[in-house]
């Protein structure tokens, strides 16, 4: 984990090495080329998983990252271009934020009152290094909230500059339906729960699937805050 400060490795060494050890006894055999220092335990639609990849408490650790980024750029349910308000609460981290409002989908470089975004917790840019083996650097992490009935209909990630970086997804919080299908519209889809501490990478041939979230399952872990569901994304944006 060269290039981050001594002690983020740390964090996860208990919860995500020790796994480590067992999981690649059991899971070595899923057959994907694999560049990161950790290995999927299933790949879903051509998305590698990391099952249970931060424990209880990396989960923790991450969680009070969440919060300081919510104090310092708090969720909006942004609307989006068709004037609709999305069910999920949304900030983001980094150099770029993802927003939508009646202009459409992009990144900014600051919020809408002009402050700049807080920076990507370091942590988190560790966890991109284990799970894509340092593809790229992450500048936006998009905070999804995601309480009671909220859920996000399938899309594509393509605001992006450079669609052939990955996009790394951690599950914080209440179980997740997750469902994809392929890179085109009106396919089959298939679906998997998410649970807290679950990573996922969007890269290859999964890096634009249509995916989204049918729904959450409200009460299903205490981690948040107020409850629901945190969902992290780290994409190179610009
Ligand atoms: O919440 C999730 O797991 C998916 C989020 C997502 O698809 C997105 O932010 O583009």
Same mark, same amino acid.
């Given at each position: 984990? %060269?290039?981050?400060?001594?002690?983020?490795?740390?964090?996860?060494?208990?919860?995500?090495?020790?796994?480590?050890?067992?999981?690649?006894?059991?899971?070595?055999?899923?057959?994907?080329?694999?560049?990161?220092?950790?290995?999927?335990?299933?790949?879903?639609?051509?998305?590698?998983?990391?099952?249970?990849?931060?424990?209880?408490?990396?989960?923790?650790?991450?969680?009070?990252?969440?919060?300081?980024?919510?104090?310092? %750029?708090?969720?909006?349910?942004?609307?989006?271009?068709?004037?609709?308000?999305?069910?999920?609460?949304?900030?983001? %981290?980094?150099?770029?934020?993802?927003?939508?409002?009646?202009?459409?989908?992009?990144?900014?470089?600051?919020?809408?009152?002009?402050?700049?975004?807080?920076?990507?917790?370091?942590?988190?840019?560790?966890?991109?290094?284990?799970?894509?083996?340092?593809?790229?650097?992450?500048?936006?992490?998009?905070?999804?909230?995601?309480?009671?009935?909220?859920?996000?209909?399938?899309?594509?990630?393509?605001?992006?500059?450079?669609?052939?970086?990955?996009?790394?997804?951690?599950?914080?919080?209440?179980?997740?339906?997750?469902?994809?299908?392929?890179?085109?519209?009106?396919?089959?889809?298939?679906?998997?729960?998410?649970?807290?501490?679950?990573?996922?990478?969007?890269?290859?041939?999964?890096?634009?699937?249509?995916?989204?979230?049918?729904?959450?399952?409200?009460?299903?872990?205490?981690?948040?805050?107020?409850?629901?569901?945190?969902?992290?994304?780290?994409?190179?944006?610009?």
């Amino acid at each position: 984990m %060269a290039g981050y400060p001594a002690g983020f490795e740390g964090v996860y060494r208990k919860g995500i090495l020790a796994l480590q050890a067992s999981r690649n006894r059991r899971v070595n055999d899923i057959g994907q080329p694999f560049s990161g220092t950790l290995r999927p335990t299933r790949v879903f639609r051509g998305i590698p998983l990391f099952q249970g990849c931060l424990d209880d408490a990396a989960q923790a650790e991450l969680m009070g990252d969440v919060q300081a980024i919510w104090d310092a %750029a708090p969720p909006v349910r942004p609307v989006t271009r068709w004037g609709k308000p999305m069910s999920v609460a949304m900030t983001s %981290a980094g150099a770029l934020g993802w927003t939508t409002d009646r202009r459409g989908y992009r990144y900014e470089p600051r919020q809408p009152d002009g402050r700049d975004w807080p920076p990507i917790p370091p942590r988190l840019l560790a966890l991109w290094d284990s799970v894509t083996g340092g593809a790229g650097r992450p500048d936006s992490c998009l905070v999804n909230l995601y309480r009671g009935s909220a859920r996000m209909g399938l899309h594509q990630d393509k605001d992006e500059a450079d669609l052939s970086c990955p996009v790394v997804s951690v599950s914080l919080g209440d179980r997740a339906l997750f469902r994809a299908g392929g890179t085109e519209r009106g396919g089959r889809t298939d679906s998997v729960w998410l649970d807290s501490g679950d990573v996922m990478v969007l890269r290859g041939e999964s890096r634009l699937i249509f995916h989204g979230i049918d729904r959450i399952e409200p009460g299903s872990s205490a981690l948040v805050p107020g409850g629901g569901r945190v969902n992290l994304t780290l994409r190179v944006a610009g």
